[in-house]
């Protein structure tokens, strides 16, 4: 039949009164005479004339909506309305039939959700043929705009032994037989054992540091999912622990001076509970729970980090509790099953409860290992040595979040460059937004309109107040026509507690005060309403960053800070979260200390600051974010091909 | 300071006399006096020129190896030989330190063995600088290629809840407890106390479908870790059956036609172990065994599958046994501690042996869930909507294969192509794989020069008779410059058949005829010996190939081939497979019941065949094998930053 033309080649093409080979699938057929045919190629359809006087009926009632079709024609001006050029169909091969009575894809408005359900079909439909068209514009953007820039596009591993960034829950990748876990001999009984005697009388004493120092390290070293929770009236201070991470614990046990490494561990313990959506509760003064003011206190100070019904069980637990000893297990899942306040009982719970401990030298890797969620210390390796790098690939949380902006599987990218400061840094990200976003609007202008439409479409559904000022088209122009506001934490916590919605008792979180994390009300209320463009964060708490971001000095106020910079999107909320990062050896083992991250665990990745080190930075940029941003897609699961969440890895 | 300007640019520029920065890491410092300063924009170093008579003493000896320094001077025109251009330095600062008592990277040759344990340091090396930056050039080429053809970039699922392609053993993904895995009731006692009558009268009658019928659907529904054997004289055929994929089994049990379904399943089963490299056994006349001649008749049948030492063993069981009850049960790890040739001795045993089943309701995806094998079978989705796409991503291996070309974690590209035959499939890969390396030739001539230079150094090391007839530069222009061979594999046999050392009984697998595999050793022949030039095999016998390729007519000498295709390299082997795919949903669910693939778990895929199918194709390119081609690298693990294989998963 010689040789197919694309659609998108063929619509663009000069030339009319030719021959073409067009392949594709019919997307309706009108008056038995006009054929929409798509090949993915465009956004556009292809009109098909059918002579259909002079054509077999048997073949015209094939020309089914999905039917895969070959034409052989005359390209020629067309007459109709819509477009330029129309091909006079000579010969049509029906290459795959679509039944109409079967075919799921019917020539009208199927919701979203019914298509996500048949996402190995979607990519047929004009807005999944769009969003992906768009989304590979986007992807090889992204490439190019390293790539002219001299990076070294690296691929870090996906496959990890180490969850040394604690930014979340991970999938565990393993190889060992779940029916039957090879499992190591139960060192928990001989611990208990021996310490049985030297414990009561610690007991007695209230000197909990022994249990820590002699019991617990054993007790860590084998219970994967106990978390401890140790209250010291005298030292003003309370310890909650998971033993989550057999490394991490196997490490402190390693270690001799254990009691000091303690602390900075329950700390990064704490952290990776919150981010995992069970609870966190921060280091707080234990003044007497009996008296109900001060539990009124230790209320509102805990409010922010547990759950009320949460809170409730455990204050009025202790109040009602004279014989309380302030060592608190709990089963991880469900956490509250197990709420003990007497340690001799805790014991004697523990004794019984599962103490294995997996011998993961059974393994594929010899180690536990898990799926990355993040390829920035790997990243820094390579930028330590090749100057500028950025990694491409997916990335993974085993969070329970089912919401419209959480994938269990998304694409990250993430650069890191050797002798960037953190201006340099932004400078970078802001290019960055504005060359793929250009790119997407110079090379898909159809798909791009073809959105556009959809969701004035579906904004016409919403009351009029929570209609967007500005159409899609016109919000991507504008993030290109406008620098990105940047401020820091502390001017944006500024803002916000002056801000009408904040003295309005608006916010679900009211702003009182420097250090804690901004919700995405206030991101929203800073980029949609006050700025009103995209705004760059810098400069945050330390408290609330990771242990990698460069330490600024401590300012007048006595304000903890890091280099840290988030870049805020309407709509979207966070896009890019990046830092210029700790290159002091000193420092970073420092705040590591504090943080409990374990340092041989890392060993590879402070050779770097051992070893030449220098001033670097670098972030990372959420692809589907992107994505969704350049689409107006309002669920991230409809701009990924075959998206995972909780119970869902469909395909 | 000013403004950086990277080293490859500055060596590039054709000014000279101007004031520079210039920041890298320093690789030498000889005489106190010339610094070679690298910053991995290029395989050059920069020669900076110290003044050091006018230099604190101090500073001079801190530029070591390693350290990272900025470097402000004068950009001249050089005097000594190996550079046009120099830094002449007016301001030196130290950024970071290297000790040179403790640095593990030392200004002389260390070995890839040794690197590859510091593979965190390695990229700072020329070597690893080289290799990484022709991995990008490479990667970026693949883009390149594709964007410029109009091809769509489709992120496919890295975990997959389905295993159809059976490509060999995969990991787990998996969010539950390894110390406490949830385990549904325990379905087998129930069964077998239920059908425990009716199962020795037929054992009796020796009706083993009746085994397959009623209890072993119950046994399969349970254990996950069991191989079945089963021999029946009267049918002239034997079963072997892992349970090893839970969906499958419980599909299984779901479908009332059971036994028919049985067969197919068993072959299916039977490739994955063989490609898990445990072993394989093809269906065979199950002639008498207690003769000494049929035993000998078998075990060379079985010979090209079994490992030696195992057969022995089965066969010796077999003549010693005139007890034997035609079933065998293996243990899967190991195989071989569990063999068993009495039926109710086996029954027995399940009885005590573990019978758990996982219950993946409480894992993160409701169901067991796994690291991708291929995107093949999504891509194929993507394809039939949007004609060509592609996939470049990571995919996995559980295979515990420790050799040079095998990873557990590597990068695959995977284009599909709507309305494409065997031959476009062929033109495209070829032309994909000559438009890369002529990327990486243009792009990275200083690197490809230095690994050329490195790889004769290293060839100097071998026997005369060892050493490679082309240098690497050499090798590749050979491959830009000739057509790649193109024959089918029955052509291919012929030509092995009568080869010398196939005549000379040289090869370690001696070619006997049609059917069986290629080893590596007869595809070396062809290309390296024989053709001297890339090969691409064509039409391979149905029975070795996968599911879904296109099946060709039946030869006249009652061949039963499919379109397949494997581009073999120089050196490495099969560096591309691909085919034509089974378009024809008939055909594809014949060849599917054939071959035991179960159907509801691919319904997604089949429909792309029940609506508007066409003829199309595609092909898996292994990046890794190509990074290892281009830059003449004889360990895989060297052309990955960090490389996951069997007890190694660092960094």
């Not at 059918?50 to 024609?73: H, M, Q, W, Y």
Request: aromatic share 12%; proline share 4%; net charge neutral.
């Amino acid at each position: 039949m010689g040789q197919r033309i694309k659609i998108k080649a063929l619509l663009e093409s000069e030339q009319t009164d030719i021959s073409v080979v067009v392949k594709g699938w019919v997307r309706t057929f009108r008056n038995n005479q006009f054929i929409a045919l798509n090949d993915g190629s465009t956004n556009s359809n292809l009109q098909v004339v059918v002579d259909f006087e002079n054509t077999d009926p048997a073949l015209l009632k094939r020309l089914t909506t999905g039917a895969a079709i070959s034409v052989s024609g005359l390209l020629v001006a067309s007459l109709g309305k819509g477009q330029k050029v129309e091909v006079k169909a000579k010969e049509i091969e029906i290459l795959g039939d679509s039944d109409p009575e079967k075919y799921p894809l019917q020539p009208k408005k199927h919701s979203l959700e019914f298509l996500r359900e048949i996402a190995h079909l979607r990519f047929r439909t004009s807005t999944f043929g769009a969003i992906f068209r768009v989304r590979n514009s986007l992807a090889f953007a992204v490439h190019q705009f390293f790539q002219d820039r001299g990076f070294i596009y690296l691929h870090t591993p996906i496959i990890t032994a180490s969850d040394a960034e604690g930014a979340g829950e991970t999938f565990h990748v393993t190889t060992i037989d779940l029916l039957n876990p090879p499992y190591k001999s139960d060192v928990f009984d001989i611990a208990l054992t021996n310490y049985q005697d030297k414990l009561s009388k610690h007991i007695n004493d209230q000197d909990f540091s022994f249990l820590l120092n002699e019991v617990e390290k054993k007790l860590l070293q084998i219970n994967s999912n106990i978390i401890f929770e140790i209250f010291n009236k005298n030292k003003v201070r309370f310890f909650d622990l998971i033993s989550a991470d057999e490394s991490q614990l196997r490490e402190l046990v390693r270690n001799h001076n254990l009691f000091s490494e303690v602390e900075p561990l329950i700390k990064r313990l704490y952290l990776k509970i919150s981010k995992s959506n069970f609870f966190i509760r921060k280091e707080s003064n234990d003044t007497d729970e009996q008296s109900a003011s001060s539990g009124a206190t230790k209320k509102r100070k805990i409010t922010n980090y547990l759950p009320e019904w949460f809170h409730e069980k455990i204050v009025s637990n202790m109040k009602s509790n004279p014989t309380l000893t302030r060592v608190h297990l709990y089963k991880q899942y469900p956490f509250l099953s197990l709420s003990f306040y007497n340690i001799k009982w805790v014991i004697e719970k523990l004794k019984t409860s599962p103490s294995r401990y997996v011998d993961y030298s059974k393994d594929f890797f010899d180690k536990a290992t898990n799926l990355t969620v993040s390829g920035q210390l790997e990243g820094e390796l390579g930028a330590m040595a090749l100057s500028d790098i950025y990694t491409f690939g997916p990335t993974f949380r085993a969070e329970n979040s089912n919401t419209t902006r959480h994938l269990a599987e998304f694409w990250m990218i993430e650069p890191e460059m050797a002798f960037y400061d953190l201006d340099d840094n932004m400078d970078l990200a802001e290019a960055l937004l504005k060359y793929v976003i250009k790119y997407a609007l110079d090379k898909n202008p159809e798909d791009i309109e073809f959105l556009t439409q959809r969701l004035q479409d579906e904004e016409k559904q919403k009351p009029q107040q929570d209609r967007s000022e500005m159409s899609l088209t016109e919000k991507l122009q504008f993030c290109l026509d406008n620098n990105f506001e940047r401020l820091t934490y502390t001017e944006a916590i500024d803002i916000l507690k002056e801000s009408t919605p904040n003295k309005k008792k608006k916010f679900q979180y009211p702003i009182e005060g420097w250090g804690t994390d901004l919700q995405s009300e206030h991101e929203r209320y800073l980029v949609e309403k006050h700025f009103k463009k995209p705004v760059i964060l810098t400069d945050y708490p330390k408290q609330i960053k990771a242990f990698y971001m460069r330490q600024n000095e401590t300012d007048a106020n006595g304000h903890e800070t890091v280099r840290a910079m988030d870049i805020l999107f309407p709509g979207i909320g966070e896009i890019v979260g990046g830092s210029q990062r700790e290159e002091r050896l000193d420092k970073l083992l420092q705040r590591m200390r504090e943080m409990g991250i374990p340092e041989k665990e890392l060993e590879w990745y402070l050779d770097t600051r051992r070893y030449g080190t220098c001033p670097h930075a670098g972030f990372g940029l959420g692809f589907e974010r992107l994505v969704q941003f350049v689409t107006g897609m309002g669920n991230i699961r409809d701009v990924i091909p075959f998206p995972r969440f909780p119970k869902n890895a469909e395909f």
